[in-house]
T-cell receptor
Framework: GQSLEQPSEVTAVEGAIVQINCTYQ??????LSWYQQHDGGAPTFLSY????GLEETGRFSSFLSRSDSYGYLLLQELQMKDSASYFC?????????FGKGTRLHILP | DAGVIQSPRHEVTEMGQEVTLRCKPI?????LFWYRQTMMRGLELLIY????????DSGMPEDRFSAKMPNASFSTLKIQPSEPRDSAVYFC?????????????FGPGTRLTVL
C-alpha cells in the first residue's frame, strides 16, 4: 500500500526555525514535493527533491533521504506570513499523492 | 498569463441537483488535474488529463462524478446528482509536462456546498 505521514499541527515563534517532517511508503517513488497553502487559498509549489540531500531556496530548505523514506521542510527566520498549511507530496511514476498537511501556527 | 481559472468560486446547491465546475488551464500546459479537498480526507486527486485525454480516473469517487476536456483550454467536472457529502473545495491544476517534480499550478478553487 501507500501512506504519507506528517504532523497535523506545529507551533513556532516568529523569528525561529521550524522543521516539518514527512514519512512515506509507496511504490514507484520518484521524489518529494512540498506545497504551501494559506487559509482560503490554493496550494503553491515550494520545492522538489529527487535526490538525497538538502535543497535550499531562500529561507526554506527541503531534505530527502530515500533510504529512510523520509523528508522534511525547514523554515528559517519565521515570519507571520508563513502561517499556513504545508503539504508533502510523493511524486510517483504515475501521479502525485499529497499528504494531509501540517498546519503551522506562528506566535509573535 | 492569468493562471488557472476556475468558475464558479462558490456554489451552493440542494441535494439531487446537477453541479458543473469549470476550469481553464494555463495556456501551453499539457496536463490538467482535478482535486477535491476536505478536512477529513485532505487533498485527493480525482482525475487527470494529458493532452485532453483522461489518463487516470481512479480517484473519481463514484459514477455520479464525470469529467471532460473537450479542448486544451477547457475542462468540466460534473456531479449528478449531488449529495451533501460532496461538499468540499474542488481545485483544478495544470502543469507543463506532467513529469515527476513538475510544478502544478492550482486555480483558486470552487467551494461547493450541497444542502
Amino acid at each position: 500500500g501507500q501512506s504519507l505521514e506528517q504532523p497535523s499541527e506545529v507551533t513556532a515563534v516568529e523569528g525561529a526555525i521550524v522543521q516539518i517532517n514527512c514519512t512515506y511508503q509507496t511504490s514507484g517513488f520518484y521524489g518529494l514535493s512540498w506545497y504551501q497553502q494559506h487559509d482560503g487559498g490554493a496550494p503553491t509549489f515550494l520545492s522538489y527533491n529527487a535526490l538525497d540531500g538538502l535543497e535550499e531556496t531562500g529561507r526554506f530548505s527541503s531534505f530527502l533521504s530515500r533510504s529512510d523514506s523520509y523528508g522534511y521542510l525547514l523554515l528559517q527566520e519565521l515570519q507571520m506570513k508563513d502561517s499556513a498549511s504545508y503539504f508533502c507530496a510523493v511524486n510517483r511514476d504515475d501521479k502525485i499523492i499529497f499528504g494531509k498537511g501540517t498546519r503551522l501556527h506562528i506566535l509573535p | 498569463d492569468a493562471g488557472v481559472i476556475q468558475s464558479p468560486r462558490h456554489e451552493v446547491t440542494e441535494m439531487g441537483q446537477e453541479v458543473t465546475l469549470r476550469c481553464k488551464p494555463i495556456s501551453g500546459h499539457d496536463y490538467l488535474f482535478w482535486y477535491r479537498q476536505t478536512m477529513m480526507r485532505g487533498l485527493e486527486l480525482l482525475i487527470y488529463f494529458n493532452n485532453n485525454v483522461p489518463i487516470d480516473d481512479s480517484g473519481m469517487p463514484e459514477d455520479r462524478f464525470s469529467a471532460k476536456m473537450p479542448n486544451a483550454s477547457f475542462s468540466t467536472l460534473k456531479i449528478q446528482p449531488s449529495e451533501p457529502r460532496d461538499s468540499a473545495v474542488y481545485f483544478c491544476a495544470s502543469s507543463l509536462v506532467g513529469q515527476a517534480g513538475d510544478e502544478q499550478f492550482f486555480g483558486p478553487g470552487t467551494r461547493l456546498t450541497v444542502l
